[in-house]
């Protein structure tokens, strides 16, 4: 499936809206927004990958269109899958990418590899 520019579009919108500093690397197919250096929320051939944080998964996956991401039979902690019309809107999106934000603090940093 091709990346949905008009989706990394939106979302680079928000991102300038809010004035947050990030920056965009190619990951898992598609566009992933990078906010101090950690993975915030990316764009990917399911829908939107967002890093919402472990302890908000129950009440995330509560909202119609958001489920707990599941990448090679095994949850990944803290991250939802969010399909389409979860997103539909502008104010749809913006809700998850301040969701992302609100725990990025939280979350750690990746280890980086050595060369």
């Known amino acids: 499936m091709p ?11 928000v991102f300038e809206l ?3 500093a990030f920056t965009q690397k190619r990951m898992f197919g598609g566009s992933c ?5 950690k993975m915030c929320i990316a764009s990917i051939n399911l829908g939107i990958l967002a890093r919402v944080g472990p302890e908000k998964m129950e009440e995330i996956t509560k ?7 599941i990448h090679g039979g095994r ?11 979860a997103y539909e809107t502008d104010e749809a999106l913006e809700f998850w990418i301040l969701k992302c934000l609100e725990y990025n603090p939280l979350a750690k940093t990746s280890k980086k590899k050595k060369k």
């Open 3 to 13: 990346v949905d520019e008009l989706l990394i579009a939106r979302m680079t919108n």
């Open 18 to 20: 809010h004035q947050v």
């Open 33 to 37: 927004f990078m906010v101090d250096d």
């Open 63 to 69: 909202h119609p269109g958001a489920s707990q991401m």
């Open 75 to 85: 949850k990944m902690t803290g991250f939802a899958l969010l399909e389409a019309p």
